[in-house]
């Protein structure tokens, strides 16, 4: 069955910082990948889909990676700013691509 | 843009009642998910759908039924509500799933979720 993980729980930054955010998954057998971030008390914001066969995708400040063989995916955000502040979750989704197991989340604090 | 509506934002039951919660998506998607997410536990899928009158169960049904008439609209229901489903409830849509021949097509988005309370 497939586990994810998410490492740090929690993680606090000043502002301007770049960081990483880390995501592992235990069956490499994906269909792709997905990474959202959540506010306090509202739903989930799509950030990033990487498809099973792409290493990388970007949109503006993000920078999403993956490595099937490794079971590994990576979140970039550049120059971070009060805004960031939220928690992120990695998704994966198996063979049919249907539905998808979610990662905790990393709840990200950066401060001005 | 996507856009995913859910019924209520905060809802109140109490024990034994029957709850409906609603879902509808306004892209023309095929696949409709419902997940709960509690502290600790993350999101669980519930149930999902990948087509009018089609539903699998996810990886916790008990308790709950769902309901898909139409293509846009998807409905939990909570036969006798419980304390123990007292929740966060969010609802998820992509447009193509089981017969996808592109993945990027199983993109999810989610609803504003609704906080169920059972008293």
């Known amino acids: 069955k497939q586990e994810v993980t998410q490492i740090p729980a929690a993680l606090s930054v000043p502002e301007g910082e770049n960081l990483v955010l880390n995501c592992s998954f235990t069956?490499?057998?994906?269909?792709?990948l997905q990474w959202f971030r959540q506010d306090p008390g509202k739903g989930l914001t799509s950030l990033l889909l990487?498809?099973?066969?792409?290493r990388e995708q970007t949109s503006g400040r993000l920078n999403a990676s993956l490595d099937k063989s490794s079971g590994r995916s990576t979140l970039y955000i550049a120059a971070s700013q009060p805004g960031d502040s939220a928690t992120y979750l990695c998704a994966v989704s198996g063979n049919y691509g249907q539905n998808f197991v979610f990662g905790p989340g990393t709840r990200l604090s950066v401060l001005p | 843009d996507v856009k995913v509506t859910q019924s209520s934002r905060y809802l109140v039951k109490r024990t034994g009642e029957k709850v409906f919660l609603e879902c509808v998506q306004d892209?023309?998607?095929?696949?409709m998910f419902w997940y709960r997410q509690d502290p600790g536990l993350g999101l669980r899928l519930i149930y999902f759908?990948?087509?009018?009158?089609?539903?699998e169960k996810g990886d916790i049904p008990e308790g709950y039924s769902v309901s898909r008439e139409k293509k846009e609209r998807f409905s939990l229901i909570l036969e006798s509500a419980s304390t123990n489903q007292t929740s966060m409830y969010l609802c998820a849509s992509s447009l193509v799933g089981r017969w996808a021949t592109q993945s990027s097509y199983n993109e999810q988005f989610f609803g504003p979720g609704t906080r169920l309370t059972v008293l």
């Open positions: 069956d490499s057998a994906i269909y792709n």
């Open positions: 759908s990948y087509d009018v009158k089609m539903k």
């Open positions: 892209m023309d998607h095929e696949n």
């Open positions: 990487i498809q099973s066969s792409q």
